[in-house]
């Protein structure tokens, strides 16, 4: 049976060629950034974007398959967000349909709200590595953290016997903990005795908001929190499915990292 040709004439092994070229390209560029975020939920991709959108060299490290964290499913796996006042006002930055639910409260979809935060994160120009799990930091003089080191995900799932795959590193003038409660990059430096985390608190919403907003900061030379790593650092309350204080918490980690690269 003859086939009407609508398709280039491409193969197989064009399209190979074609992944592994452009990614190592782009990864062996971003081997060395201004800024190294790891996670790529709301927090992350807020403080990503808006370093991007200032010409930062932004590069984004994320453990999973899908980029977003808990953004796009929203509560109790029912995915619809909402976002307390002035929490909206990023919504409409983005172009993110919502509603005000009750006074202070507004709603949007889950999966719309995330796309369109990634969308505009890839358009201020930030680049991503998935399945790339953080595994240690790179520490320079007095403890300055100056990159991490990285592995792919599944590594970290395989038998004992076979995990013989060293890690790389890379290289950066900052660093952003974006990896929500587990607070991965803050608890490598717990593990090195030069920091003390106290873990969350018990959730408060109207309380939460506020502190991990006013928390979000410099925590060791080198190195910002900001979203719900904020709160284990700093034995906070949690703030369960609401998302204000993360894309604020964002937008303030990227002013605090400008200030960092500007010194």
């Avoid at 240690?136 to 799932?157: F, I, K, Q, Y």
């Avoid at 900061?217 to 309350?237: A, D, I, K, N, R």
Wanted: charged share 25%; net charge positive; aromatic share 8%.
């Amino acid at each position: 049976m003859k086939t009407k040709k609508i398709f280039a004439n491409v193969g197989e092994k064009e399209v190979t060629r074609a992944i592994v070229a452009e990614f190592a390209k782009e990864f062996q560029k971003y081997v060395e950034s201004d800024c190294l975020i790891v996670g790529a939920g709301p927090s992350g991709l807020m403080a990503g974007r808006e370093l991007a959108k200032k010409n930062i060299k932004v590069f984004i490290i994320e453990r999973n398959n899908y980029l977003g964290g808990g953004f796009w499913i929203g509560g109790y796996l029912m995915n619809k967000l909402t976002v307390r006042k002035p929490g909206q006002l990023v919504l409409k930055e983005l172009g993110i349909p919502y509603k005000e639910y009750s006074k202070g409260l507004f709603v949007a979809d889950g999966p719309h709200a995330c796309s369109k935060l990634i969308a505009s994160a890839c358009d201020a120009g930030v680049k991503f590595a998935n399945m790339t799990i953080f595994d240690d930091l790179v520490l320079r003089e007095n403890n300055r953290v100056a990159g991490a080191v990285v592995n792919w995900t599944p590594v970290s799932s395989l038998p004992r016997e076979i995990t013989c795959v060293d890690p790389v590193a890379l290289e950066t003038k900052v660093v952003v903990d974006a990896t929500g409660h587990d607070a991965s990059v803050v608890r490598k430096l717990e593990e090195r005795g030069l920091i003390k985390m106290p873990g969350f608190g018990a959730m408060w919403v109207e309380r939460s908001e506020d502190l991990v907003v006013e928390h979000t900061s410099e925590v060791h030379p080198g190195l910002v929190v900001c979203g719900m790593s904020v709160t284990t650092t700093y034995g906070l309350p949690r703030m369960g499915p609401t998302f204000g204080a993360m894309l604020l918490s964002g937008k303030k980690a990227a002013e605090v990292v400008l200030k960092i690269l500007k010194k």
